[in-house]
């Protein structure tokens, strides 16, 4: 009796399948599925188990990649895009230690309530914000990227609309990753805050940044 051989598509289900990127699992997956349905119809080839396998493991890696992407877009993205605006609406509305959140070092609420107060009393209560057209993928260091996608840390640009639909720019600099006792801590917050206001002086938060040159550091 001549034995049937397996078949090509549950072979390249299971290339697919250990390939461990989404689009090879989800391609695992119609794989395995064509070769499933190939066998059943033909029955001239072998590699059920193969396909099934395949399946399983697309929709595992597929299911790890999804999960990990949308945590990441709810935590890190959201951080980096929208994480000061938040941060200063919910300060202006009374929820200070929100605000401090937002920070790296711990600040002390009576220094954050006295930026607060001194934002409110020069331009309103913040409405809404959004990163500066001008923060494209160029503005950060290809080398300083995690994954190839995130920066560990870089310097961003808000547009801010206060009322009376007062706009302000503001410069923060936010960190992924700080160095902790020789090792990398995954931080995902802001070092600091800084409004350059030539008529009424710079505002920056926490009070103890300095500016040398262009570039803040915190000390």
């Not at 090879?24 to 193969?50: C, H, M, P, Q, W």
């Not at 959201?78 to 009374?94: D, L, N, T, V």
Request: net charge negative; aromatic share 10%.
């Amino acid at each position: 009796m001549t034995s049937k051989r397996l078949n090509p598509w549950s072979i390249v289900a299971i290339l697919c399948a250990v390939g461990l990127c989404p689009l090879f699992s989800i391609a695992a997956i119609l794989a395995g599925a064509r070769a499933l349905v190939e066998i059943k119809a033909r029955n001239d080839t072998t590699g059920v188990r193969l396909a099934w396998i395949s399946i399983c493991l697309g929709a595992l890696i597929t299911g790890l990649w999804g999960g990990g992407m949308f945590w990441w877009n709810t935590n890190v993205r959201s951080m980096i895009e929208q994480g000061p605006i938040h941060a200063i609406i919910e300060g202006q509305s009374g929820d200070v230690e929100a605000f401090t959140a937002l920070f790296v070092q711990d600040t002390s609420p009576e220094d954050a309530s006295q930026f607060l107060h001194e934002l409110h009393s020069r331009y309103g209560v913040l409405q809404r914000g959004n990163l500066a057209d001008s923060m494209d993928e160029t503005a950060v260091d290809g080398d300083n990227l995690f994954l190839g996608m995130v920066p560990i840390e870089a310097e961003f640009i808000f547009e801010l609309v206060f009322s009376d639909n007062t706009m302000v720019s503001m410069h923060a600099k936010f960190e992924l990753f700080r160095d902790v006792n020789g090792g990398s801590q995954f931080t995902n917050r802001y070092a600091w805050l800084i409004i350059h206001d030539e008529e009424q002086g710079s505002l920056i938060y926490p009070a103890d940044a300095i500016v040398e040159g262009t570039t803040l550091h915190a000390k």
